[in-house]
Nanobody
């Protein structure tokens, strides 16, 4: 059974940092891409960062570029999101997503077949 489990969400003060983790399990083959999305109350889900696991190509939303870094573990079944210089605008539920096959780049949320349950990030000013 395919499963994505996020962790690392917390409450921090503005200017602080957090590192989110996403562990993927149950896959029989290699994943193509993984990504992080976020959704704040009353707002649409937003793609934050993506990584193509074949070549480590990454993509970032303009709102996080220069502050967030997506990376993966050696086994490529774990993806991380290092978040620095957090602001209240970053407050949201953060979701991990994975896809086994290629498609559009950067991936849209509809391109990902598998999703985690989310981890909450709250930034207070």
């Amino acid at each position: 059974q395919v499963q994505l489990v996020e962790s690392g969400g917390d409450s921090v003060q503005s200017g602080g940092s957090l590192r989110l983790s996403c562990a993927a399990s149950g896959y029989t083959g290699r994943l193509n891409s993984m990504g992080w999305f976020r959704q704040a109350p009353g707002k649409e889900r937003e793609g934050v960062a993506h990584i193509f696991l074949g070549s480590d190509v990454t993509y970032y939303a303009d709102s996080v570029k220069g502050r967030f870094t997506i990376s993966h573990g050696n086994g490529k079944n774990t993806v991380y999101l290092q978040m620095n210089k957090l602001t209240s605008e970053d407050t949201a539920m953060y979701y991990c997503a994975a896809r086994r096959y290629g498609g559009s780049w950067p991936p849209r949320d509809g391109d990902y077949a598998d999703w985690g349950q989310g981890t909450q990030v709250t930034v207070s000013s």
